[in-house]
């Protein structure tokens, strides 16, 4: 018998997580043939999530609870879950209910059919304006910076194979990026169409802060094209002021009377100064990411698991808080 792991990155869910894990519950006693075991990953929030979590696992011996030290983000709180599923499926879903886990079989029968990964895609989603911007402008980066194919939909609510997994986990850096973890394991990806809900409580965590965060990740973590289109552009300026000084001279022997303009030189001084300090910040950006990594900062740090076995830090690409790591495995 086939086993399916459901993981789940909560924050600010309280009101929302159990109802998630008792319609994962209804699910899968529909679909008989699979085990299952869920996994919550409490992203430090701040509200009562956490003993949410807990009631859940002492009530539920197949679901098992993990408690970050502080907030790594939600790429990260999926990453930690991979590193302790043992489903041969794992099924990745939001925590608000937005995601619905009673379509779950749908992912299934595509995996399947021989699919290596696939995704949700909404008809219409219930988003704000906003998170439907960010959505689109992620779709759009995904397209450009890691070749995502033109008629492959990404969201949060996804299903992979056991060894897409085991690709995915090797990843042991600071910045993960799932969906680039994905791509770079596999083309061999399914779209299925489900229903996207409205949101019953609470309001989204991610902020312009956080969605331009993830965008950075994606691009400077598993792409070297902005550092190509920055060189290209670097050669485009170069050759616009090469053309500029050669009119300049032109412009100088066929009317000597003309005075140089000071206002056209100040302008191309700013446009080329400020064209050179955003290709030395992006370039920053990318030697900043190596030296983080270099210095072997977690992706996460576990300050509690329950339901769970001994995870090797080195190993799992996380820590584990040595003060509260006795006594917290249920």
Not at 57 to 69: S, T
Request: glycine share 8%.
């Amino acid at each position: 018998m086939r086993k399916v792991s459901f993981v789940i990155p909560c924050y600010r869910s309280e009101h929302t997580i159990s109802q998630v894990v008792s319609e994962i519950d209804n699910t899968m006693r529909r679909l008989a043939r699979y085990e299952y075991e869920v996994i919550l990953v409490n992203d430090c929030s701040p509200d009562h999530t956490d003993q949410v979590i807990r009631s859940l696992c002492v009530q539920k011996p197949y679901v098992k609870g993990i408690h970050f030290a502080r907030n790594f983000g939600q790429h990260a709180a999926i990453m930690a879950g991979l590193r302790s599923s043992e489903g041969d499926y794992v099924i990745c879903l939001d925590d608000d209910g937005q995601t619905p886990a009673e379509e779950a079989g749908k992912l299934l029968d595509k995996l399947e059919e021989g699919y290596d990964a696939v995704y949700a895609k909404y008809e219409q989603k219930h988003h704000s304006a906003f998170r439907n911007l960010g959505s689109k402008l992620n779709e759009r980066m995904t397209r450009i910076m890691l070749d995502k194919p033109d008629d492959l939909y990404v969201s949060s609510y996804f299903g992979v194979k056991r060894f897409i997994l085991e690709d995915m986990i090797r990843y042991e850096n600071s910045y993960p990026y799932v969906i680039g973890l994905v791509l770079r394991a596999t083309r061999n990806i399914a779209n299925v169409v489900v229903e996207h809900r409205d949101r019953e409580a609470g309001e989204s965590g991610y902020t312009l802060k956080k969605l331009i965060g993830l965008w950075f990740n994606g691009f400077t973590a598993f792409s070297v094209k902005p550092l190509r289109l920055a060189t290209a552009m670097g050669i485009i300026c170069a050759c616009v002021g090469f053309i500029y000084g050669l009119y300049t001279i032109i412009k100088y022997f066929v009317n000597p009377a003309v005075p140089m303009g000071f206002s056209s030189l100040m302008s191309a001084i700013v446009f080329f100064g400020g064209m050179v300090m955003v290709i030395m910040g992006l370039i920053g950006e990318y030697i900043g990411r190596i030296y983080i990594s270099m210095n072997n900062s977690p992706q996460y740090v576990i300050r509690e698991q329950m339901n769970i076995g001994p995870v090797c830090p080195e190993v799992k690409g996380g820590s584990i808080h040595a003060a509260e790591k006795e006594g917290t495995e249920g």
